[in-house]
């Protein structure tokens, strides 16, 4: 299948530092990710969506200035979590829609942990 | 109504069982069909993908989907302690959101 990368797998900052996700689609073009955010034995919670060359679309309840969603090109999304605080620890997952077929390919996942 | 309905379980089988894990939905305007496997602190890995009535397989694994009764299940044969994880389902309409549901935490004991 096709292959989304995400990375870091696991960061680790201090309080009030900003933290960069990167998402790639490696071998096909999306012009659609998506970020969730997934606590403990419990399902993906859906922050935005991105979709390349425009704003992103946030769900209720997750601030836009707090996240910041940047899809510049079909391959790549990032998500900044600015100002990080221990709330905000959390696994972050990223995933990507192959346009031809509506398959959603997820990435590996980031464990942010702020102190 | 949630549109798309998941047991959470959790499901414990012993080695070599057949498992069954199921979905309901509620909008019959869904076209297709995931299931993904979820490992600890891991992204979500598809493992099925269908989009019309019937059964697919793969390996040990076969999907099922029954669009009458808006009900989809994903069945493995011959199930191993590496199966252990939580299994989602996933559907959409063409165009929209991904629904998922919630997952079923599924161990399969050796």
């Known amino acids: 299948g096709a292959v989304v990368s995400q990375h870091p797998s696991r960061v680790i900052c201090k309080s009030g530092t900003s933290v960069k996700i990167e998402c790639r689609s490696l071998d096909f073009q999306a012009t659609t990710m998506f970020w969730y955010r997934q606590f403990p034995k419990q399902s993906l919670m859906l922050m935005a969506t991105?979709?390349?060359?425009?704003?992103?679309?946030?769900e209720q309840g997750v601030e836009k200035d707090k996240f910041l969603i940047n899809h510049a090109s079909l391959t790549l999304s990032t998500l900044t979590v600015t100002s990080a605080h221990p709330e905000d620890s959390s696994f972050y997952i990223c995933s990507a829609r192959q346009t031809t077929n509506e398959k959603l390919f997820f990435g590996s996942g980031t464990q942010l942990s702020v102190l | 109504q949630k549109e798309v309905e998941q047991d959470p379980g959790p499901l414990s089988v012993p080695e070599g069982a057949i498992v069954s894990l199921n979905c309901t939905y509620s909008n019959s305007a869904f076209q297709y069909f995931m299931w993904y496997r979820q490992y600890s602190r891991k992204g979500p890995e598809l493992l099925m993908y269908t989009y019309s009535s019937g059964n697919k397989e793969d390996g040990r694994f076969t999907a099922q989907v029954d669009k009458s009764s808006k009900y989809i299940s994903l069945f493995i044969r011959d199930s191993q302690p590496s199966d252990s994880a939580t299994y989602l389902c996933?559907?959409?309409?063409?165009?929209?959101?991904?629904?998922f549901g919630t997952g079923t935490s599924l161990t399969v004991i050796p």
């Open positions: 996933a559907m959409i309409r063409p165009g929209n959101q991904f629904y």
């Open positions: 991105s979709n390349e060359g425009s704003k992103a679309t946030y």
